[in-house]
């Protein structure tokens, strides 16, 4: 069952690719999972996100398929040629998740659970995966910095910073997306930053803006929520691209990339 990681990309240094990590926000089946892929694969891009445990505010919520949907994210990605990311929510599973897919998300509510963080660094480190580490929503830059290095202090190379939009004041978006964290960040570390434009906006027509000022402003990956059918999705309806919008946005976010003399992978 364990996967070849030696194409992950090197994070280390500036790049003029911009990696693309669109896909469902949970996965619900394997069909569901597999059409998004065969698109994603069809545009010539590397990486598909989907949520397998997912971190419901509200318990009585869609929880997720648990490793059944790491199974059906190994197995489909297998196929597609795809590399894969997702969310672990416990110590515990770590070591059984990193086995299965090339990407290990820790979520915004987790931010701060040093402990969770602290193994994804070991676990990572062992299994050559990417770390994409998202800021919490109320989260300082100081203190995301500091948090990253319970991961990188376990020997964790490959950690990419997610923001993903902060609790404001302002109820217009479902976050507030602080665009200043990519300049900062890259002024501040050597990390690679992705701009998560889906959980700020928690509208889907507000993503396209949000997503091409993530790219203006220099991110190195931009994460987009995309799913076959979002009207009828398990979870963040509202906020998913279908696959034809994100069709649409990709050739315009490729237009301004080439003017920045950069490719989306
Ligand atoms: C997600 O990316 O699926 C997610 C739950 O995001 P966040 O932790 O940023 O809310
Ligand atoms: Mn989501």
Redesign the pocket.
Known sequence: MAIAQQELPDLSGKTDKVIMFVGP??IESEEQFAQAAECFHDMGLSWI?G?TF??RTNPHSFQGLGLAGVKIMHDVCAHYHLKSLT?VLDTEMCETVAKQVNGL?I????FQNFSLLRRMGKVAAEHNSLVMF??GFAGTIDEWLAATSYITNEGAKNVML?E??LRTFETATRFTLDISAVPVLHKLSTFPVCV?V??AAGQRDLVPSLAKAALAAGADAI?I?VHPNPHVAL??SAQQLTLEQFKRLFDELSGIAHALGKTLV
């Open positions: 926000c949970s996100r949520g997912k971190p969310e998300q979520g915004a509510r987790n998202k800021r997610c993903r939009g998560d889906s959980h994460m929520e979870s963040d």
